[in-house]
T-cell receptor, first 115, second 114 residues
């Protein structure tokens, strides 16, 4: 099956710093990637939709200047959390859509802890 | 806007038994897709099964099958011969045809006991 990787799997950063999370589709081309946030014992909340070569589309209530998304190629999207604060601590999950079928493949997630 | 409801927050079942997870959704569209995802303790989201709304036949994948009741907007998942590895959070999800967004339910924690 299709594989999506995320790096890093776990990152700890200090308040006020920025951190970048990478999402890669390893064996297929993904014109569209998605970024989700998941709080403990809760469902996935879609943050933004990332399309290769164009600006990301953010969901209502998500600060686009804080969560910078870049989809530079058909296999790579990055999420940068800028000026991180402890309330940004969460589990971030990306997914990539195989454009040939209506299906999303999920990465293993990145646990962000802001101290 | 579409909504997905999973009314059971938690269930447990004995190994080898059968369990059914319920899901209802609300949409005015006729073209859509429904999914069940599993999230084990590793937190990797895994697709369990998918159903196209235009298909009348219920989808099956080995021990997993769905009961898709389009008129009732119900999409339940049946797990037969439950295994310890089935212990996980299960999320029901909806995708409108032509859209790329998944709308998730709140999830249900399933525990399979030995």
């Amino acid at each position: 099956g299709a594989v999506v990787s995320q790096h890093p799997s776990w990152v700890i950063c200090k308040s006020g710093t920025s951190v970048k999370i990478e999402c890669r589709s390893l064996d297929f081309q993904a014109t569209t990637m998605f970024w989700y946030r998941q709080f403990p014992k809760q469902s996935l909340m879609l943050m933004a939709t990332s399309n290769e070569g164009s600006k990301a589309t953010y969901e209502q209530g998500v600060e686009k200047d804080k969560f910078l998304i870049n989809h530079a190629s058909l296999t790579l999207s990055t999420l940068t959390v800028t000026s991180a604060h402890p309330e940004d601590s969460s589990f971030y999950i990306c997914s990539a859509r195989d454009f040939t079928i209506y299906e999303q493949y999920f990465g293993p997630g990145t646990r962000l802890t802001v101290t | 806007a579409q909504t997905v409801t999973q009314s059971q927050p938690e269930m447990s079942v004995q190994e080898a038994e059968t369990v059914t997870l319920s899901c209802t959704y609300d949409t005015s569209e006729s073209n859509y897709y429904l999914f069940w995802y599993k999230q084990p303790p590793s937190r990797q989201m895994i697709l369990v099964i998918r159903q196209e709304a235009y298909k009348q036949q219920n989808a099956t994948e080995n021990r997993f099958s769905v009961n898709f009741q389009k008129a009732a907007k119900s999409f339940s998942l049946k797990i037969s011969d439950s295994q310890l590895g089935d212990t996980a959070m299960y999320f029901c999800a909806f995708m409108q045809g032509g859209s790329e967004k998944l709308v998730f339910g709140k999830g249900m924690k399933l525990t399979v006991n030995p």
